[in-house]
């Protein structure tokens, strides 16, 4: 691994990042003064969950959208710490579970006989047998990440943004993406085609279809590409491509590359990826500093 400024990590530094890792841990534990509630909105004539991060203050403030990734919310672990971070900085924030929204496949069942012959004893001794010997079948996984299911999964995140623009503590005005792989995937297509969005963050996430550039780039809101060079889910060149795409476009997009980070980030790396995502979106949302942060590999 290498330090921002190019440098070869040493021992020392390594264990000062995992103390510096633990306090953070430490005061995630004690709790955020972020009120956390679990709340629900329909789509589809379904009941779709949103954990809400209230942000500290009165009156109406600006908003994120928190999109988890394909395999869903799980324990938070990988969302919850930014929108807690996200509250206490003066944003609400929205971690939306939209795959409440989808519905599954039905099983397939096969068709009952059509005769009404009855088996000989002999046969229906030898299909007992092989029933008992016969392992269990576990019903089909569904597969809510599916690309033949993003329509579907826009449909209810379109949803998601109307109901967070109708909470009364919430400025509609001022609404920012963030996604995590496949939520990176619908936050830069929202944001591609909704010019309400004022700021998008992708974390390991890229521009679905394969021509970023057939998209209109140049309207798109200011946006950070969080992404590892070693990324064999969706690959750091893909990223680069839009990043490239959008400069070209003379989109405002920054990108900040983790080097040697897969597509899962862990420890110091989601650390200090959180803290970017968050700083970013409070400049933007808030006009508290500038939405430039820092883009030197770590």
Known sequence: MWTEDGGMRTVSLKVVSRIALAAVCFAVSL??????SLRSFESNGRSVRVDEFRAHGGGRG???????????????????PLARDLADRGINAYVVRYFDGLAAPAPNVRPAATNNRQPTARQANTRQTSARAAPAQRPARTNFASPGLHASRDRVLTDALSFIRRQPHVDGNRIGLFGLSLGGFHTLDIASR?????????????????????????????????????????????????????????????MTTFRGAGHSFRGSDLVRAHDQAATFLEAALLGRGVTTVATRPY
Request: aromatic share 4%; hydrophobic share 45%; glycine share 10%.
């Open 62 to 80: 600006p908003a994120v959208m928190i999109l988890h990734g394909a395999s869903g919310l799980g324990d938070g672990t990988l969302l919850y």
């Open 194 to 254: 909704d010019r309400s969005i004022l700021a998008a963050v992708s974390f390991v996430g890229a521009m679905p279809g394969n021509n970023p550039e057939d998209r209109s780039l140049a309207a798109m809101p200011p946006t950070l590409l969080l992404h590892g060079t070693n990324d064999r889910i969706v690959p750091f060149q893909r990223v680069q491509r839009l990043y490239t795409a959008m400069q070209q476009a003379g989109a405002p997009v920054q």
């Open 31 to 36: 709790g955020s003064a972020a009120a956390q």
